[in-house]
């Protein structure tokens, strides 16, 4: 069974930064793609961040390019998403994923996190 433990939501004010935090056991996290996604109140689940295992590639959502950046610690088994500039529009609850394919990880990846919840205020 696949485990991603999330940590580091909590609330903020614009501008603030934030940086959340998933642990993945060793066999998935060295054998998945990795990302983000994250869900607003009323809203469909969106994409945010995906980095490849490898490191190869990283892509982002238009929302959050130039203030999200993706990073993975592959010997740690953690991938990292550090959020800055944060805008009320970026609450939500946010969850960790993971995909065998660099396509559906940013798509519809099989496998995620419990979700950890945002909040930006004005």
């Known amino acids: 069974q696949v485990q991603l433990v999330e940590s580091g939501g909590g609330l903020v004010q614009a501008g603030d930064s934030l940086r959340l935090s998933c642990a993945a056991s060793?066999?998935?996290?060295?054998?998945?793609?990795m990302g983000w996604f994250r869900q607003a109140p009323g809203k469909e689940r969106e994409f945010v961040a995906a980095?490849?295992?490898?490191?190869?590639?990283?892509y982002y959502a238009d929302s959050v390019k130039g203030r999200f950046t993706i990073s993975r610690d592959n010997a740690k088994n953690t991938v990292f998403l550090q959020m800055n500039s944060m805008m009320p529009e970026d609450t939500a609850v946010y969850y960790c994923?993971?995909?065998?394919?660099?396509?559906?990880?940013?798509?519809?990846?099989?496998?995620w996190g419990q979700g950890t919840q945002v909040t930006v205020s004005s």
């Open positions: 994923a993971a995909d065998a394919s660099r396509v559906r990880i940013r798509t519809s990846p099989g496998y």
């Open positions: 060793v066999r998935i996290f060295s054998a998945l793609e």
């Open positions: 980095r490849t295992w490898n490191g190869d590639n990283t």
